[in-house]
């Protein structure tokens, strides 16, 4: 089966600084998407980014981007120029390609207190 | 276009009680599924749908019933409310693309206690 872990409960950062979240999974699988999902106090949540294990090029989004080791089944988020409304609950997200369940497995979450 | 939407945002039950999640979505996607999110845990999966007529059990679906009449309405039933379902529940939804089930988009969530 496979499992997302997120080995920082919790981090810190200075507004305007950068910032990494870490991901680590395991898998038996090729092919597979992962994702950063993002949940603010308002309990929505939010896709901050996705990579699709097949592309060697990793993902970016404005300030976000990912750095994907796929040997490695590292997963980590950079959160450049943060701003007061990152902070938030961050969530790595695995999925297997094709099929029809679905099923996003979760890391438990990184907590991501930005201080003005 | 107001994406994925749940009701309620908030319950409160007793023990036994039973009561139906509403969720509802305008993107016409195929695919939708509950999870739910417990304390110091990410999501997991309780049922899902890949259309109209065609539901399926996930990680955790003890306790809890779907059906999907229409596309858009994908409801979750408690039948009998227990306090190890007090959680977080979250309907999310996506188009299926040859890749399988694309990024799926959550709801609000509904936060369910049982006492």
Redesign the interface.
């Known amino acids: 089966a496979q499992t997302?872990t997120q080995s920082q409960p919790e981090m810190s950062v200075q507004e305007a600084e950068t910032v990494t979240l870490s991901c680590t999974y395991d898998t038996s699988e090729s092919d597979y998407y992962l994702?950063w999902?993002k949940q603010p106090p308002?309990?929505?949540?939010?896709?901050v980014i996705?990579q699709?294990a097949y592309k060697q090029q990793n993902a970016t989004e404005n300030r976000f981007s990912v750095n994907f080791q796929k040997a490695a089944k590292s997963f980590s988020l950079k959160i450049s120029d943060s701003q007061l409304g990152d902070a938030a609950m961050y969530?790595c997200?695995y999925?297997?390609?094709?099929?029809?369940?679905?099923?996003?497995?979760?890391?438990?979450?990184t907590k991501l207190s930005v201080k003005p | 276009n107001a994406g994925v939407t749940q009701t309620p945002k908030f319950q409160v039950l007793k023990t036994g009680q039973s009561m139906t999640l509403q969720c509802a979505q305008d993107m016409n996607h195929e695919y939708m599924s509950w999870y739910r999110q417990d304390p110091g845990m990410g999501l997991r999966l309780i049922h899902y749908s890949v259309g109209a007529g065609i539901t399926d059990q996930g990680e955790v679906p003890n306790g809890y019933n779907v059906s999907r009449s229409t596309t858009e309405d994908f409801p979750l039933r408690l039948l009998s409310a227990a306090p190890s379902q007090t959680s977080v529940y979250f309907c999310a939804s996506s188009y299926i693309t040859g890749g399988g089930i694309d990024t799926q988009y959550f709801g609000p969530g509904t936060r369910l206690t049982v006492l």
């Open positions: 997302v994702f999902y308002s309990r929505q949540m939010i896709l996705r699709e969530f997200a999925r297997n390609y094709g099929g029809s369940q679905g099923n996003l497995i979760f890391g438990k979450g």
